[in-house]
């Protein structure tokens, strides 16, 4: 069964630019959309974007100016990059594969999250 | 964008008991409408996609219905293990955009 798993930098500076990546085993990143969302603590769901992994990408108009998603399928993985971070970005992380099809915009497979703070 | 609005907040309920959660659209999005469950600590994990389609290796003790605006997933016999926090989510259009959730609470 296909696993997602989260990488990256726990803590960043405000007005840095957050990096992630998602490494996808057990499975091919070929023909999926692949996307990322983040929760704040104590908070809602939140759709960031996503990627084709032909590397078309789709991004939240709230996020657009700042986002970034792009996808290696040489190494199976996709990133995230938010720059210009404040607080207001701290949240936990998740990449999760999108079911595509007639189903598109339906998540079925998750990583684990991970957290990012943004503070000095 | 469109807004998903998800009743009641929390609820408390006992084993055994029938739960009722419903989520409201802001506009019609036919059957596009997808349900997770989210334990604390953990990712949400998709119960119900298309409005009423059970995904695979979640129990039958979960449903889900409705279109057009207004949806309820049902969970018929509430186990130990269904104490968590659930949310809606829209998949007719970009930004897709989840409910508040839902705490369902012993």
């Known amino acids: 069964q296909v696993q997602l798993q989260e990488s990256g930098p726990g803590l960043v500076k405000p007005s840095e630019t957050l990096s992630l990546t998602c490494s996808v085993s057990s499975g091919s990143i070929s023909n999926y959309f692949w996307t990322w969302m983040r929760q704040p603590p104590g908070k809602g769901l939140e759709w960031i974007g996503n990627?084709?992994?032909?590397?078309?990408?789709n991004y939240n108009p709230s996020l657009k100016s700042r986002v970034t998603i792009s996808v290696d399928t040489s190494k199976n993985q996709f990133s995230l990059r938010l720059n210009s971070v404040t607080a207001a970005d701290t949240a936990v992380y998740y990449c999760?594969?999108?079911?595509?099809?007639?189903?598109?915009?339906?998540?079925?497979?998750w990583g684990q999250g991970t957290l990012v703070s943004v503070s000095s | 964008d469109i807004q998903m609005t998800q009743s009641p907040s929390s609820l408390s309920a006992a084993v055994g008991d029938r739960v009722t959660i419903t989520c409201r659209a802001s506009?019609?999005?036919?059957?596009?409408l997808n349900w997770y469950q989210q334990k604390p600590g953990k990712a949400p994990n998709l119960l119900i996609y298309g409005a009423s389609s059970l995904q695979s290796g979640v129990p039958s003790r979960f449903s889900g219905s409705g279109s057009g605006t207004d949806f309820t997933l049902t969970i018929s016999t509430l186990q130990p293990e269904d104490f968590a926090t659930y949310y809606c989510q829209q998949s007719y259009s970009p930004p897709l955009t989840f409910g508040g959730g839902t705490k369902v609470e012993i």
């Open positions: 506009q019609t999005i036919s059957r596009y």
């Open positions: 990627v084709y992994y032909s590397g078309s990408a």
């Open positions: 999760a594969r999108d079911r595509g099809g007639t189903n598109l915009y339906t998540f079925d497979y």
